[in-house]
């Protein structure tokens, strides 16, 4: 279909912010979700994975696609890969599910056009899903409040199915809600948002929780100083593979043997002072890559 796109238009298939590393984000969770999974830890065998042969595929997809020009080219920033799509230069965007309200209320584009869908899947061959997580929750409250009750009271109004909040919400196009039943009030959901909510089925996965196998993990840093030994690694090395000339293959085999060799060596220092945290707490061997009604 891209290419379709480029032999008869003057736009673009698709326009991606890569002004930062982090502008493939979108995309990524997109595409790599499409595959297998977005995520970058592997949640059967325990270990930090973007050597997996699939999410490999997914980078020579996205590089594909740079290589047949069939990305706006540029080092542009979100909001420019916005109106650029908005504006009607660039067929496709992968972006957020607030994204139509952002055009219309932040940037004053009309958004009737606008067309939803969900990521293309492979041919020939299973397909996977976006993660979720529960540790994703959003609202928290602080051990050390001194509102707490009024605290669960402003959550718990904010959380009503068919509340005031969640309706307004979904109302106004800032995105679907997991805790509401949006097809009991499809009559009063603007069309995209519609649209959103059809292309969700299916789209995500719940992923284990170690925290859930092992109550303890909480006082493990290990997870916490493999992400922090370089922060944003996973986007860096992408970013490289897609413009720096630079062999994909050989930039994630590194990145792995390192991160995991901090993840190991911080878990068995843990260990050696009383811990009794593994990498076993992080593996889910019996798990499968089964897709849930998720939203």
Not at 166 to 176: C, F, V
Request: overall charge positive; hydrophobic content about 35%.
């Amino acid at each position: 279909m891209c290419e379709k796109i480029k032999q008869n238009t003057e736009i673009y298939p698709l326009v991606i912010p890569m002004k930062t590393a982090i502008g493939i984000r979108n995309t990524w969770i997109s595409l790599a979700g499409a595959i297998k999974t977005d995520q970058f830890f592997d949640y059967q065998k325990g270990r930090f994975a973007i050597d997996n042969p699939d999410l490999i595929q997914a980078f020579n997809f996205i590089k594909k696609l740079y290589d047949l020009n069939l990305v706006m080219p540029g080092f542009y920033d979100n909001a420019k890969a916005r109106r650029e799509f908005g504006t009607g230069n660039a067929a496709f965007i992968f972006d957020s599910s607030y994204f139509p309200n952002v055009l219309k209320s932040k940037m004053n584009l009309n958004t009737d056009s606008i067309q939803i869908s969900r990521p293309p899947y492979p041919d020939h061959k299973p397909h996977g899903a976006i993660s979720n997580r529960n540790t994703e929750n959003k609202i928290w409250i602080s051990s050390q409040t001194k509102h707490l009750k009024e605290a669960r009271l402003f959550i718990e109004w904010m959380t009503r199915p068919g509340g005031y909040y969640a309706l307004e919400y979904m109302k106004r196009s800032l995105g679907i809600l997991a805790f509401c039943d949006h097809e009991k009030y499809r009559d009063q959901l603007p069309f995209q948002l519609i649209q959103l909510i059809e292309a969700s089925e299916g789209l995500k996965l719940n992923d284990p929780e170690p925290l859930e196998k092992c109550s303890d993990l909480s006082k493990s840093k290990a997870f916490q100083a493999a992400e922090e030994f370089h922060p944003g690694w996973e986007w860096d090395v992408i970013y490289k593979g897609l413009f720096g000339n630079e062999n994909f293959v050989s930039l994630v085999n590194e990145l792995t043997k390192k991160k995991n060799n901090v993840f190991k060596k911080t878990l068995l220092l843990e260990k050696e002072e009383g811990s009794d945290i593994s990498k076993e707490c992080y593996q889910f061997p019996d798990w499968k890559l089964k897709k849930t009604k998720s939203y």
